[in-house]
């Protein structure tokens, strides 16, 4: 059995590291302001939720 030819495997993930440690910026870094939007989106989308919760339990409660 030929033993196997590791360097394209070497290359190619040296190649990787090489590409991230170039990228200075993340797209977080780059667009705070879309990061800032999906933040309030979730916050209201959990008020929300947890209003509907909350509604469904209390008319739980008075019919019982």
């Known amino acids: 059995m030929a033993a196997l030819d590791m360097s394209l495997v070497a290359r190619s993930s040296e190649a990787a590291l090489q590409h991230l440690v170039k990228r200075k ?3 977080a870094q780059r667009e705070p302001g879309v990061i800032l939007v999906f933040c309030i989106l979730g916050a209201v ?3 929300l939720i947890g209003l509907f ?3 469904k339990l209390s008319a739980r409660k008075q019919v019982q």
């Open 45 to 47: 989308g959990f008020l």
């Open 53 to 55: 919760i909350q509604k």
């Open 25 to 27: 910026k993340n797209f």
